[in-house]
């Protein structure tokens, strides 16, 4: 059985970071990334120490099923993460997020959201089709940088990040969006609010969090018992 956590967090710098899973101890990654990559830039524990979270709350969903490898992404599913996304994400700087979520077969679910939401930087861990499967060889990080903002003159840049799921992994892409992150705003690359108005509106709550990520686990019980009928209508294969 499976469980998604969902992570909420405000790093030392006011800079809110997520992270989204359904695999077991992905929290202690990501807290074990961001403390090393803001060591230097959190004073509040002297210069020796990993940095901290300013604040942070973590919620789990019920024990569910995987989607079956050889079942295709209902639509419906689909609909369903996206909605999730839209209640996670209010505010949020960097997101990480499980590629194939809920899903055994290496699904991108993940794809609409780095052009739904221009103003948040993403990393997708969990991505064989972009970094093999293979731990002994997997590059640590595939990094694009696109467009934040195409059809204006804002030359900020998304970071659009495909990662081993690893501290160190994790530890260089927040070094790399929150580098680029501070050349974009002194270059006119700033975050532009008005046009992204997701990304000044208030975190979302505990409750909520917990909520969302439950009916996201609902319907993927939903699309699992579909594909299992299916499964069992179409027979052995010959």
Aim: charged letters at 20%.
């Amino acid at each position: 059985m499976s469980q998604l956590i969902f992570r909420l967090c405000e790093a030392s710098d006011g800079r809110i970071f997520a992270c989204l899973s359904d695999q077991p101890n992905v929290e202690d990654v990501f807290d074990s990334g961001y403390k090393v990559a803001y060591k230097n830039r959190d004073n509040s524990n002297g210069t020796e120490l990993l940095a901290s979270w300013r604040s942070s709350f973590i919620v789990k969903s019920a024990e569910f099923n995987k989607l079956p490898e050889d079942a295709e992404l209902p639509a419906e599913l689909q609909s369903a993460f996206d909605t999730m996304m839209a209640s996670l994400i209010k505010g949020v700087d960097v997101f990480f997020c499980d590629y194939n979520l809920g899903i055994q077969a290496n699904a991108p679910i993940c794809n609409n959201i780095m052009d739904n939401y221009k103003s948040t930087d993403f990393v997708l861990f969990s991505c064989e089709e972009m970094i093999g499967n293979d731990p002994r060889t997997q590059p640590y990080l595939v990094s694009y940088a696109a467009p934040r903002y195409p059809d204006t003159g804002n030359i900020g840049r998304q970071h659009r990040i495909y990662s081993k799921t690893d501290a160190f992994a994790f530890c260089q892409a927040v070094h790399a969006i929150v580098v680029q992150r501070e050349k974009d705003a002194l270059t006119g690359g700033h975050i532009r609010t008005e046009l992204d108005p997701y990304i000044n509106q208030e975190n979302v709550e505990k409750s909520h969090a917990e909520n969302a990520i439950n009916q996201f686990v609902k319907a993927i019980q939903h699309s699992n018992g579909t594909a299992q009928t299916n499964l069992a209508l179409a027979g052995p294969e010959q």
